[in-house]
């Protein structure tokens, strides 16, 4: 199974950037998939997630109406919209696959995470 986050750059205060995440070795619409951020020398930390189905999604609460997560099963891809981004949102982000419903919040709950991209919010 692999993961693979990109999109990630630098981007100013109130700026937005699409994440994607692509997933080869499973069957995509059977996962639901989550999006979790780690900042230097802090926890990796929930973001959202999104069911298997498509039909739920579920948010930190820092990042609600601003983030977006999506997928589209036909191209294994699952996406993170992100709109008014801050300082603090600067982290490495990562993508990963919940065998299942999905919507969890912990990484225990979460089988496969692959590698990040880096998202930069500066000025």
């Known amino acids: 199974v692999q993961l693979q986050a990109f999109g990630g750059g630098l981007v100013q205060p109130g700026g937005s950037l699409r994440l994607s995440c692509t997933a080869s070795g499973l069957t995509f619409s059977t996962y639901g998939m989550g999006w979790f951020r780690q900042a230097p020398g802090t926890r990796r930390e929930f973001v959202g997630a999104?069911?298997?189905?498509?039909?739920?999604?579920y948010y930190e609460e820092s990042v609600v109406g601003r983030f977006t997560v999506s997928r589209d099963d036909a191209k294994s891809t699952v996406y993170l919209q992100m709109n008014s981004l801050k300082p603090e949102d600067t982290a490495v982000y990562y993508c990963?696959?919940?065998?299942?419903?999905?919507?969890?919040?912990?990484?225990?709950?979460?089988?496969?995470w692959g590698q990040g991209t880096e998202v930069t919010v500066s000025s």
């Open positions: 999104i069911s298997m189905t498509g039909g739920s999604t």
């Open positions: 990963e696959a919940q065998r299942g419903y999905g919507l969890g919040s912990q990484m225990e709950q979460y089988g496969y």
